[in-house]
């Protein structure tokens, strides 16, 4: 693979951008290696400066569903802009979007767009203490809701201690609000609440994304529910992954459950930044300018944005049945090749999957959890990713995150990619 005017963009990239990235998690760190540079991307493949072709599973981190540069989402977005970029002002298309996202999901009443799935999250935070009156949070470890500073923490001494600053730069007093809990382990919730009168919610990824795809364990949600219920604890699912990308409704629709408050980001922006939180209604209305906790932001409702998402939401809806079960297929078939291949060539490799979304991590045993996903063989993983992209498919280069399936993943691209991982495993077990 060449990468010479990549390393090039590289070597100047730092000089103005700490690390050369916008993004930590887009950096080539992790693997000692060096990003390259896209050029331009179009249905499932990015095209870097080099001239060099990846097919693309990062999907903008989860964010593209159609495929890049769909030809319909560009006449919408030309035609938006048209009309003009920012206005600092309202625009029916606000209504169209919040109309279908609603109907969309059963749980949410009302909802405010913001700018990135990071100020959902953060808003939604906000609220939860405005409405209940209480300053504590319950995260889980190995959940990854944006770089807000509460929730940039991880696990003390034990499971249902404060939570340690993650990141420095987040004050203890703040961080100590923050409660972390074991994913699939409802009694570690338990315990929190126990020692706690000051909850004031829950957040969590219905399924596990930015630790890789972990999928909730039967009834693990609809405990928490239940328990959030009895307590009288806000539950706040962070769907900014899942939402329109498992199902129309989300995970929420899929697992049967009714969260107080959701957060949606990537798909609902057709690839343009943005974000929302809603919720139930009585909720909601102790936002500015009816309630007394605030929250705003100048581009949020942008109208290019906000067209986008329109765009891409209203193909879902018609075509949602079509969409959901080609994805599903997709998924189905290169796990099903994948795991065979890692039999044949006696590779620990575990694939935990669901509708347009998977992970395949190097652990001999089930990934349920934080422990086992931190287990992983990250030098394999190492191995695996750069060898897989030279030849031509790109994952992420962390093996804690997600791979995405979009609507313009074609069955020659499935078996390419098949082939790859016959030819990168025949590789790795020859090492071995």
Not at 167 to 177: I, N, R, T
Not at 213 to 236: A, Q, Y
Not at 305 to 324: I, K, P, Q, S, T
Request: proline content about 4%; overall charge negative; glycine content about 12%.
């Amino acid at each position: 693979m060449i990468k010479k005017r990549s390393d090039a963009y590289c070597e100047e990239a730092q000089e103005f951008i700490p690390g050369g990235v916008n993004s930590p998690v887009r950096a080539f760190m992790s693997v000692h290696d060096r990003p390259f540079f896209v050029k331009r991307a179009k249905g499932s493949w990015l095209y870097d400066v080099d001239g060099n072709a990846f097919l693309d599973y990062v999907a903008s981190w989860g964010a593209i569903i159609l495929g890049h540069a769909d030809d319909g989402l560009i006449a919408a977005v030309i035609e938006a802009l048209h009309d003009g970029t920012s206005y600092g002002a309202c625009h029916p298309y606000e209504i169209g979007l919040a109309r279908l996202i609603t109907e969309a999901f059963p749980s949410i009443d009302c909802l405010r767009l913001t700018t990135s799935g990071t100020e959902a999250t953060m808003s939604a935070l906000r609220l939860a203490r405005g409405y209940s009156g209480r300053n504590g949070v319950i995260k889980f470890r190995g959940c990854y809701h944006g770089h807000v500073d509460s929730l940039l923490v991880k696990a003390g001494s034990g499971l249902a201690t404060f939570g340690i600053p993650d990141s420095a730069g987040v004050p203890a007093d703040l961080a100590k609000h923050t409660y972390v809990a074991e994913f699939n382990d409802i009694g570690t919730v338990e315990r929190i609440m126990d020692g706690s009168d000051d909850i004031a919610c829950v957040i969590v990824e219905p399924i596990m994304g930015n630790m890789g795809v972990i999928l909730p364990g039967e009834g693990f949600l609809k405990g928490l529910e239940t328990l959030c219920r009895e307590r009288g604890v806000l539950l706040i699912f962070d769907e900014v992954i899942t939402g329109f990308r498992v199902a129309f409704g989300g995970a929420q629709h899929i697992y049967g459950i009714d969260p107080d408050i959701t957060c949606l980001g990537k798909i609902i922006g057709g690839g343009f930044p943005i974000g929302a939180f809603g919720g139930k209604r009585d909720i909601m209305e102790r936002l500015a300018p009816l309630g007394n906790v605030y929250q705003a932001g100048t581009l949020s409702g942008n109208p290019v944005a906000v067209r986008a998402g329109l765009y891409v939401l209203e193909y879902l809806r018609r075509n949602a049945d079509a969409v959901y079960v080609r994805l599903e297929k997709a998924g189905q078939a290169l796990s099903k090749e994948i795991a065979a291949i890692a039999g044949r060539y006696d590779i620990p490799y575990r694939i935990n999957s669901i509708t347009g979304m998977f992970t395949g991590f190097f652990s001999g045993a089930p990934v349920t959890g934080y422990d086992a996903a931190a287990s992983s063989d990250r030098d394999l993983y190492e191995k695996f990713f750069k060898a897989m992209l030279d030849e031509g498919i790109f994952f992420a280069p962390s093996q804690f995150e997600a791979s995405f399936v979009t609507l313009t993943l074609h069955q020659s691209e499935i078996e390419r990619t098949v082939a790859a991982f016959e030819k990168v495993f025949r590789g790795i077990c020859s090492m071995q």
